[in-house]
């Protein structure tokens, strides 16, 4: 396994807070963004598009620069960011891919929306997710960590966030629903559990690829289309399992 240090410079993070104490994962954002720039684009000309351009449509230079600065932190919005290049990468090959998609790099890059998966993964396909479940999961380790209204603004994003994923449903009330998963959200989960030095069948058992809540038999399909297209080359004999990614220059584990 990478340590912490090696992690980030991957472009993984770590600590106790994240973008999520602000704002949800802003998908709509992202989709104009991305959709805007070819995927060489560099950070500064992003940073030009939502600040001097304006193409988020937000009413004061404050807000853009906030927005920017949200957007980079959830997904870093470099190239030279290796989480965000391969999302880059493949962003555009399944736009039904795109919201989990932005999920997985989020919860990669934020600790706290990180956290929530724990509470996330145990519900029961329809199971309700009050507002005060999750508040009450932040709150845990320390109850004195955060104030009531903070805990009611982190609980609100982080439920929007997985709402926008496809994992939970309903307006006033949050229900458990299992997302629509793409052969590149599983290509981009077994990407982030190989950055974490797993291989073999560790790669299917990992975080990454549990967050997605598809059965075993249904994540070795969805790899094997994504093998036929070229994101990963997936080998499957019995119980042996080999995954590499042919296109990615990825560090030695």
């Known amino acids: 396994m990478r340590s912490e240090r090696k992690l980030a410079d991957l472009g993984f993070r770590f600590g106790k807070n994240g973008a999520h104490s602000a704002r949800s994962m802003m998908i709509e954002e992202l989709k104009i963004l991305l959709f805007s720039r070819d995927e060489s684009a560099s950070k500064a000309e992003y940073e030009d598009d939502i600040v001097n351009f304006n193409i988020l449509h937000k009413p004061t230079e404050k807000s853009r620069r906030l927005t920017f600065r949200h957007l980079v932190d959830l997904y870093g919005l470099d190239t030279h960011i290796l989480l965000f290049k391969v999302l880059r990468a493949w962003w555009e090959l399944s736009e039904s891919a795109q919201a989990i998609l932005a999920l997985q790099l989020s919860i990669a890059r934020d600790p706290l929306l990180r956290a929530s ?3 996330v993964l145990n519900l029961e396909p329809g199971e309700h997710l009050s507002r005060e479940r999750m508040e009450a999961f932040l709150a845990a380790d320390d109850s004195e960590r955060f104030s009531a209204a903070s805990l009611k603004s982190f609980s609100q994003n982080i439920n929007g966030t997985w709402a926008q994923a496809g994992y939970l449903s309903g307006r006033a009330k949050k229900y458990r629903e299992n997302p629509n998963v793409s052969y590149v959200n599983v290509a981009y989960a077994l990407f982030l559990g190989h950055c974490h030095g797993l291989s073999g069948q560790r790669l299917f058992d990992s975080l990454w690829c549990r967050m997605l809540s598809q059965d075993k038999e249904r994540l070795f399909e969805l790899a094997h289309s994504a093998s036929l297209r070229g994101l990963i080359n997936f080998k499957q004999a019995s119980e ?14």
Do not use: D, G, K, M
């Not at 042996?240 to 584990?253: D, G, Q, S, Y």
């Open 240 to 253: 042996i399992v080999e995954v590499t990614f042919p296109n990615i220059a990825l560090p030695e584990v």
């Open 117 to 119: 998966t724990e509470v």
